[in-house]
T-cell receptor, first 111, second 114 residues
Framework: NAGVTQTPKFQVLKTGQSMTLQCAQD?????MSWYRQDPGMGLRLIHY???????DQGEVPNGYNVSRSTTEDFPLRLLSAAPSQTSVYFC??????????FGEGSRLTVL | DQQVKQNSPSLSVQEGRISILNCDYT??????FLWYKKYPAEGPTFLIS?????DKNEDGRFTVFLNKSAKHLSLHIVPSQPGDSAVYFC?????????????FGKGITLSVRP
């Protein structure tokens, strides 16, 4: 079972560049979300979606866009990368209100 | 304001002994609590959960205790093993609907000494 798949695993960007972190899940989960993990800060929610066509902001949404055109995919877009967005990003999904299943993470460095 | 607090950043225990990881929360609307375990370069994995209607939940070596009046929960690992060395995140949510969000603490790094 693939579960939650994130690509790329590593990325280096220059300030001002744009990119998309991809997330796909094959568990038919309606709920998908993006978190970032920073040292001493734990996991903070960026954006989430409760189904295709529905997205909402989490705790730290500024600088990020999301869309949900299918149940399986939930890409995270950085329109103009900043050094403050250097982090490890995790995509997660769940069915109903149960536990979240996480991907392996995408490590982003913005120079 | 941090709603889920893990005030101790690290814990070191001897193999075979008990590990007790603590977590406090401030939001009285939280009614579902979870513990996640994370190894370096991997995503967090679900460990154990507890609903607010219970005060204890056991799964093998792992037991979670919930004290609602104190807004406190703890994870007990008995006996601790070197493979338990990881970062442990406490998380909480209010299960009011499909859009309920999971709020995480900052994590505790557990080291189990052989």
């Amino acid at each position: 079972n693939a579960g939650v798949t994130q690509t790329p695993k590593f990325q280096v960007l220059k300030t001002g560049q744009s990119m998309t972190l991809q997330c796909a899940q094959d568990m038919n989960h309606e709920y998908m979300s993006w978190y970032r993990q920073d040292p001493g800060m734990g996991l903070r929610l960026i954006h989430y979606s409760v189904g295709a066509g529905i997205t909402d902001q989490g705790e730290v949404p500024n600088g990020y866009n999301v869309s949900r055109s299918t149940t399986e995919d939930f890409p995270l877009r950085l329109l103009s990368a900043a050094p403050s967005q250097t982090s490890v990003y995790f995509c997660a999904s769940r069915r109903g209100t149960g536990e979240l299943f996480f991907g392996e993470g995408s490590r982003l460095t913005v120079l | 304001d941090q709603q889920v607090k893990q005030n101790s950043p690290s814990l070191s225990v001897q193999e075979g002994r008990i590990s007790i990881l603590n977590c406090d929360y401030t939001n009285s609307m939280f009614d579902y609590f979870l513990w996640y375990k994370k190894y370096p370069a991997e995503g967090p994995t679900f460990l154990i959960s507890i609903s607010s209607i219970k005060d204890k939940n056991e799964d093998g070596r792992f037991t979670v205790f919930l004290n609602k009046s104190a807004k406190h929960l703890s994870l007990h690992i008995v006996p601790s093993q070197p493979g338990d060395s990881a970062v442990y995140f406490c998380a909480a949510s209010s299960r009011t609907g499909a859009n309920s969000k999971l709020t995480f603490g900052k994590g505790i790094t557990l080291s189990v000494r052989p």
